[in-house]
């Protein structure tokens, strides 16, 4: 499957955005897809998944309350709705799955994830 990011840009502190991840191809009901970001300098890491087969969701303790995960299954695309953003919130947003033949718990391992896309950056000013 191919992954294409979408929605990033230049926003202030307090703005909102919506981010957009499409697939290009199959997702099956065991996968998960998160998506995860990176900073400058930085690690990548998680930020929120989304499981395909119910649309469960988990969340990084940081992002509560102020991002939102969901999916459109008619078209493949899973969105990352971002309010209150901080100028720590500023990183490149990548999408990614995680493959399975069976149900699996979620998982904040970036390296669980084996499939990403290309990243959208986001930038917050202060």
């Known amino acids: 499957v191919q992954l294409q990011a979408s929605g990033g840009g230049l926003v202030q502190a307090g703005g909102s955005l919506r981010l957009s991840c499409a697939a290009s191809?199959?997702?099956?009901?065991?996968?998960?897809i998160a998506w995860i970001r990176q900073a400058p300098g930085q690690e990548r890491v998680f930020v929120a998944v989304?499981?395909?087969?119910?649309?469960?969701?988990y969340y990084a303790d940081s992002m509560k309350g102020r991002f939102t995960i969901s999916r459109d299954a008619a078209k493949n695309t899973v969105h990352l709705q971002m309010n209150g953003l901080k100028p720590e919130d500023t990183a490149t947003y990548y999408c990614?799955?995680?493959?399975?033949?069976?149900?699996?718990?979620?998982?904040?391992?970036?390296?669980?994830?084996?499939?990403w896309g290309q990243g959208t950056l986001v930038t917050v000013s202060s």
């Open positions: 990614a799955i995680r493959r399975s033949l069976r149900r699996v718990p979620f998982s904040s391992h970036v390296n669980d994830y084996n499939e």
């Open positions: 191809g199959d997702i099956f009901s065991n996968d998960h």
């Open positions: 989304l499981s395909w087969r119910e649309a469960n969701k």
